[in-house]
């Protein structure tokens, strides 16, 4: 490094030399990380922010109707809108009849009000203005719904970048016309459930997942280091066997002709086939198959560092084998119980194929409605809202995950 | 029921739309892998050496595509990608794989560079070989188990991924999850069996590798002696999962 | 020393930049249909021959009818599907909304030839199809006749599939409530009526089990899992083929016709307009329509067919006979909002 060769001596000097050394080092290790950062931001978070944006992005009707929605910002509210609404109406249904930005602004104000985009979209194709006719009577010469304060309310309301409306629907509330927020009706009302559903499925998966895992750990912990590996190797296969290979082995085996219906058929254990599969108990059976090395894991490294020797002083103290378990063993273990709970945990709430595959309608998540918005009814504005909230109740836990039990706390509880 | 026969798996081989499908699987996976290693492993390094503000955060957002559902990373990235026409290319597919494969990556090569001394890496540089070479020579040697295994990881995450495939991916980019995904939906018929069978031995022989691995491993700790601080056996394994 | 790094990046990016070489240069078309029997169908019917004919690469896709993809294509125009299979209420709301080309007809064929539903802005009717409600008769000795006998779970206890969906699901509901076939989209049309269709869907909500791909039903039906379901009769026709003994009533069917049309912007329209015409013609329509029991569009293939298979066929008088014909305008208009209701129903 050049900066050897100014020879001016003194010991301050070579500190800050010393100092600007390992500033220059640790510069270059963090360097290391720029590529990584850079990669991460391009494919996911600035997709991820942007997914975000289009919960509030409200783009169609202004770019559909850009003088109209302009003419209605001076708008009262109250009567029906002058002449010059009118004019810039009909200017801007002249511009674009058949053009798909106007089939995207029908489409978007009939999320809002079912039936509008015949409304808007029979508008622009029949608007036929006489010589010496006004606008107005045009329009309200082809659709009668124009002389009504609503529909301009409706537009108007529209004419704002940003957009409240997918995230209220997402959690199962409305505005209405005149501002206020009230409930959804109650055949639309679904969201809340959803959410509600999919947090209530991961608790019973993470308590099933847990209550199988635990023991297991525990076994794992304490066997001979060959046993250990072997039942090791057995928890490890099916973790790497293909998620879908999986799903399709659990649908052979519980469906009704399947082995296990058979079986009990056969045992005399039931009369009829039992519906095993494309239902809650299908869904719940699969993810805790696929979820369990996740709790064994963590678990069974925690329990690999309690000494044998705590619990053996406990006992020669006097204290019964369980209890020696429950006031000293138990404890110890519970960073493993926090870190794998909360990891699988996490892991359900974005489930998406082991129930859309084994479940029905009533044993979809949060992802599947996400899905669904994007693929089926192009609703981009609404998957977006819905991810939204199911990305908020997983970042509120991750954040619990990465304080207690993730990388930057990893020394604490790394086994001595 | 009437025996055995390798019929469906010559059902398999024989028809294009599953070969079409494992070769897509073997164009984009091990690319997909190559980039995850490649970035997670220097980023890994970087992380273990320099301490700085709000690194625990940063590590934090690095390992999140892992927990973030996937559907959301999904759309997000089929949403972000059209645009740039990288959806429906088997480069835009690369990228989101090996997003997905960074995180397993970062964890497994930061667990064994825990236990890596650096000193070692230091002490090869001052006799000569540089910083780049004393990395190939010393550095990757001992901590190449650890990437070894965060690629298994990246490896398996994309061969086994369906989610981000089903949004970006055409008919030509169809991998074999995607495949076995609209099989199980339309019927199970014995060429799904047939894959699935393809999909197990491929899932035994990774667990094989690793497993090979980490003896290895223990092995080179016992010869080594003082190269390596002797990591324990569980930090290994639990931090490769824990993430 | 950094050659290493260098290498690697240089090696992903030719070999990524290779792939996408690849896909512009080779005389590919990608078509995407409804997969399964249908696909396997098109295939013999259509694929291989214009392949055979023009040495063109068919590469075949398959999907449920989402138009989310075909939209974020022709959003940011990077169209990599050439020509798609669609329901009529899609074809109608994608045209208006910009996502297909209109069509030249001079292109395909004489339209004159066709029956007349099949011709329309952006699309040109492929076969006509129909739902319908589909048995077992191995497994039921009492023989359903109609929708009303789908709700009677007293008389055939067990579990129904139905098309995940508004479409032709409603219609059915309001079928089985007694509604006469001219009178369902009238009944359905007012708020009123979407009541109705629910509340009857509610009175078998626990026997019911969605399907969502065509090969479903028969299988499900083989299998037992089902005691009756709906079904594209094509798909129940090919079980039959295949040696199982459904059945098909063909009473309260609803019939509807797929269209091939061209995303808006594809690089290979002129290939497309190709494919199209040639898959149009008579004689490769009348390959389909003995491979899978789907009506031809085109009134030449329908005069060369075997008139044992036009008996099977959705278009044959006898099967027309209280048959519902699908609605398109409606679902255009009240599609999103339909699905949407219906998503949240069944999701409770």
Not at chain 1, 368 to 396: K, Q
Not at chain 2, 35 to 51: H, P
Not at chain 3, 230 to 241: C, D, L, M, V
Request: contains cysteine; positive net charge.
């Amino acid at each position: 490094m050049s900066v050897a060769i100014e020879m001016d001596g003194g010991v301050p000097n070579l500190k800050a030399r010393l100092r600007r050394a390992e500033r220059l080092t640790k510069l270059k290790y963090i360097g290391l990380i720029i590529p990584l950062a850079l990669f991460l931001l391009v494919t996911f978070l600035w997709p991820i922010g942007s997914l975000l944006y289009r919960a509030v992005a409200n783009p169609e009707v202004i770019e559909a109707l850009p003088r109209t929605t302009q003419a209605l910002r001076g708008w009262d509210g109250e009567t029906l809108p002058g002449d010059d609404v009118f004019d810039a109406f009909a200017g801007d249904l002249d511009g674009n009849r058949r053009s798909p930005v106007l089939a995207g602004a029908a489409k978007r104000l009939n999320m809002e009000e079912p039936g509008f985009r015949s409304v808007l979209i029979n508008t622009a194709r029949k608007l036929d203005r006489q010589p010496g006719q006004s606008a107005k009577d045009a329009i309200l010469a082809v659709e009668p719904r124009w002389g009504d304060v609503s529909a301009w309310r409706l537009v108007a309301r529209n004419g704002q970048l940003v957009t409240p409306f997918y995230i209220l629907s997402a959690l199962d509330l409305r505005i209405t016309d005149d501002g206020a927020i009230v409930r959804a009706p109650d055949d639309q009302a679904i969201y809340v459930e959803i959410l509600l559903r999919t947090l209530w499925m991961s608790v019973v998966v993470t308590a099933l997942c847990m209550l199988l895992g635990y023991p297991l750990a525990y076994l794992l912990a304490q066997v001979s280091t060959g046993t250990g590996n072997l039942l090791m190797i057995l928890v490890l296969l099916p973790f790497w066997t293909s998620v879908l290979v999986r799903v399709a082995a659990w649908i052979v085996l519980l469906q009704k002709e399947g082995p296990i219906n058979k079986a009990m058929l056969a045992l005399g254990l039931i009369t009829e086939p039992l519906q095993l599969v494309f239902n809650r108990f299908g869904v719940y059976i699969a993810m805790v198959h696929i979820l369990l090395p996740f709790v064994v894991l963590p678990l069974y490294a925690v329990m690999k560092s309690i000494k044998p020797a705590y619990v053996r002083a406990a006992i020669s103290l006097g204290a019964p084998p369980f209890s020696a378990f429950w006031k000293i063993y138990f404890p110890l273990s519970l960073p493993g119980v926090g870190a794998g709970g909360l990891l699988v945990f996490i892991l359900c709430m974005g489930y998406y194929i082991t129930p859309a595959l084994l479940g029905s309608p009533r044993e979809q998540m949060a992802s599947y409605f996400v899905a669904f918005y994007t693929n089926e009814t192009i609703n981009w504005g609404m998957a977006a809202a819905l991810s939204a909230v199911l990305l908020s109740a997983t970042m509120i836990l991750y954040v619990i995950y990465a304080r207690h039990f993730g990388p930057a706390r990893a020394n604490q509880i790394t086994p001595r | 029921m009437s025996g055995f026969s390798l019929r469906w798996y010559e059902e398999f081989f024989g028809s294009t739309t599953w070969t079409d499908a494992l070769k897509n699987s073997l164009i984009i996976s091990p690319l997909a892998t190559l980039l995850a290693v490649v970035l997670g492993t220097l980023a890994a390094i970087g992380l273990t050496r320099a301490s700085f503000p709000g690194k625990a955060l940063l590590v934090s957002i690095l390992i999140s595509p892992m927990v973030v559902p996937v559907v959301i990373s999904g759309v997000a990235i089929y949403l972000f990608f059209s645009p740039l026409g990288l959806s429906g290319s088997y480069l835009g597919l690369v990228l989101a794989h090996a997003m997905l494969g960074v995180p397993f990556v970062i964890t497994t090569v930061t667990a064994t560079l825990q236990g890596f001394d650096f000193n070692l890496a230091r002490a090869a540089s001052s006799l000569g070989v540089g910083p780049v070479g004393a990395f190939f020579k010393v550095t990757l040697p001992i901590v190449g188990p650890g990437i070894v295994s965060g690629a298994l990881f990246a490896f398996a995450t994309s061969f086994d991924e369906v989610v981000v495939t089903l949004f970006l991916a055409s008919p030509e980019q169809q991998t074999l999850p995607r495949k076995m995904f609209s099989g199980i939906r339309d019927n199970i018929s014995p060429t799904i069996a047939a894959a699935a069978t393809i999909l197990v031995l491929l899932a035994t022989a990774l667990l094989l590798v690793l497993e090979w691995q980490r003896r290895r491993t223990e092995q080179m700790r016992g010869t080594a002696g003082s190269a390596v601080r002797p990591p324990r056996r569980g930090l290994l394994r639990r931090r490769m999962f824990e993430g | 020393m950094q050659t290493p790094k260098t290498l690697v990046i240089l090696a992903l990016a030719l070999s990524t930049t290779a792939f996408v070489a690849a896909r512009a240069n080779a005389e590919e078309l990608t078509v995407i249909s409804f997969g399964g029997a249908v696909q396997k169908a098109q295939e013999k019917a259509y694929y291989e021959p214009f392949s055979k004919e023009t040495g063109i690469k068919i590469v075949a896709g398959e999907y449920n009818g989402e138009q989310a993809k075909i939209k974020a294509m022709v959003d940011t125009k990077n169209v990599t599907w050439d020509v798609v299979e669609l329901e009529s209420a899609e074809l109608y709301r994608g045209c208006e909304e910009g996502l297909y080309e209109q069509l030249d007809f001079a292109k395909i064929g004489d339209t004159k030839n066709f029956v007349p539903k099949a011709v329309s802005e952006c699309g040109i009717g492929t076969f006509v199809w129909s739902t319908v409600l589909a048995y077992d008769a191995d497994k039921l000795t009492t023989r359903p006749a109609s929708w009303q006998d789908f709700w009677d779970v007293r008389k055939f206890p067990g579990k129904r599939g139905l098309r995940k969906g508004a479409k032709f699901t409603l219609e059915i509901a309001l079928l089985a409530d007694g509604v006469k076939p001219a009178d369902v989209y009238t009944v359905l049309g007012t708020k009123e009526g979407v009541e109705r269709a629910f509340a009857k869907l509610d009175q078998i909500k626990p026997n019911l089990q969605w399907w969502e791909a065509g090969a479903q039903p028969p299988q499900m039906l083989a299998a037992g899992d089902l005691v009756m379901s709906s079904a594209y009769n094509g798909r129940i026709a090919t079980a039959q083929k295949e040696g199982k003994n459904l059945k098909i009533v063909w009473s309260g069917s609803i019939y509807d016709a797929d269209h091939w049309a061209i995303p808006t912007g594809t690089p290979k329209q002129a290939l497309a307009y190709k494919f199209i015409a040639f898959a149009s013609s008579p004689g490769p329509q009348k390959v389909y329509s003995s491979e899978i029991a789907y009506g031809p569009t085109n009134l030449k293939a329908v005069e060369a067919l075997d008139p044992k298979r036009v008996a099977d066929l959705p278009t044959a008088p006898k099967n027309l006979e209280g048959a519902v014909a699908s609605n398109t305008q409606f679902w255009v208009e009240h599609g999103e909002e339909l699905e949407q209701r219906f998503n949240a129903w069944a999701a409770k």
